[in-house]
Structure formats: structure tokens, C-alpha cells
């Protein structure tokens, strides 16, 4: 369990994991409208954030934004 956790939490952020999530904010940003808030939601929790599945996507959205504008 611990080895899940030191995983989880210490582990660096995989080019794959920034490059969706620069890939969601692209698309928005065209225009775009993210149908799948759990496809959001997944992104952003392999991010490191902690998203509540009662947050609006349009939050989840600024925090994803934020993340990539602090790198």
C-alpha cells in the first residue's frame, strides 16, 4: 500500500499526462466543449490534482489551466 501511495504521490508527471491536458485546454480554447467530464476529471487526477466528482467541469478546467500556466 505504501508503495502505491509513494507512486502516486512522488511520482513525476509523465510528457503524455501534460500533453492531454494541453491538449483539452487547445481544444477548449478552439472552441470546443468536453462532453466526457470523467475523461476531465481524469486528466486533471493524473495531473496530482484532487477533483471532487461534484465539481463543475468548468472549474476542473480552471484548475487544469492553472497547473500548466505554474510549469
Do not use: C
Not at 466543449?33 to 493524473?46: G, M, Q, S, W
Amino acid at each position: 500500500m505504501f508503495a502505491w501511495l509513494r507512486k502516486r504521490w512522488l511520482a513525476r508527471r509523465t510528457p503524455t499526462d501534460i500533453a492531454a491536458a494541453t491538449r483539452l485546454i487547445h481544444a477548449i480554447d478552439r472552441g470546443g466543449i468536453p462532453l466526457n467530464p470523467a475523461k476531465v476529471n481524469a486528466i486533471a487526477r493524473d495531473l496530482g490534482l484532487e477533483v471532487s466528482r461534484r465539481d463543475p467541469v468548468d472549474k476542473t478546467i480552471q484548475r487544469i489551466r492553472q497547473y500548466l500556466l505554474r510549469m
